[in-house]
């Protein structure tokens, strides 16, 4: 049920899609952020709420140099926000960044409908899309980092952590007022947190006993990455015959598969791996640390890019921003341009030029696969014949 636990369930067996107005604050001054950074962070987010299930009906900007600590926006954008709100019987609001608790309950109170944000946001997508018990296990887990410190003691800043998955957990049949109740949640979501993370440490143990497996029989191993929606999944269908879900969603692809893979005579695993984006809630990256490994331990990445998304470049420079940060920074990369057929030709231009050792594909006609796969061949060889790093 999309938007289960941001909007609550009766909501989401409403036939009609609930209603967002979405929220941002641009700094003018900060060349990033400026115009046209945040129309495209805007989009993104409206691409985020559609995936979830929700339908965007306005969105509010203001500029200002940062956030207003107690209300996110000025009190004249919290006045036009209410009246977008009204004038598009929204049901939510959605800020383009991440809130505090403070700014979630002031502006609810003076906008009178449930405020959210990205990271929330992003969560959610998330919960709904994990299938693997691995994959859900590290979402609620990444649920209740961001839920801890924003409980509120009535039971409604948790609610419907993982779409209901804590069953019975905190929020449910405790009794006692304010303080008393909010620790019992607390320490309830805590021991929940840490058996979740046994569990996932144990899978986790698994996986790489797995992976030395493959390091044993020397095959080499190659991680898939790259931003949501880029056309990894697809890329992996194409040149490995599998059948992975493709869709035009973000974050479609949350649990790695891992298939085989044939270039010339050397056989390789090639690894699907979860999209970044922008603002990826720092809550995730450390839930989702197990299963990002497959990226930091892989001996090549193929790094998948939407060269016909308009800020394909910034795409680029998060994806390794991330890469950085979960400790892939280091290992080889084979940059890909996809979806050749629909890119602008200009921009493809633009892109080739400064990415001159780039492939350019499309994974939907198979244009450029071929050459792909020899620059694979050519690339596994070279870490093939190349000194393993001590973590591998
Ligand atoms: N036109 C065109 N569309 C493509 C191409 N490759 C993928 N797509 C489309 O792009 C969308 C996303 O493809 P996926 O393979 O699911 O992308 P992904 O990178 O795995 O996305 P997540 O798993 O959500 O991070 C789908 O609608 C695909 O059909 C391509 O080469 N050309
Ligand atoms: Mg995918």
Redesign the pocket.
Known sequence: MAGAWLLGSDAATRADRPRAVLVAVRNEADPQDSGSGTELSLAELERLADTDGLTVVDAVVQSRPRPDSATYVGAGKVQELTEAAERGHADLVIADGELTPGQVRNLEEQVGVRVVDRTALILDVFAEHARTSEGRLQVELAQIAYQLPRLRGDGRGLSRVGGGRVAGGAGMGVRGPGEQRLETQRRRLRQRASRLGERVRELSRRREQTRRRRTRNRVPSVAIT??????????LNRLTGADV?????????LDPTVRRIRVDDIVATLA?T??FVRYLPHQLVDAFRSTLEEVSRSDLAVH?V?A?APDAANQIATVHDVLREIGAGDVPELLVL?????APQEQLTTLRRRYPDALA?????GAGVGELRTALAARLREVGTGTPSPSR
């Open positions: 790259g931003y949501t929606n880029a056309g990894k999944s697809a890329l879900l493709v869709e035009d969603v973000l974050f479609a692809t699907d979860v999209g998948v939407d016909s996809n979806k050749i057929d629909v594909v499309s994974a939907l006609t």
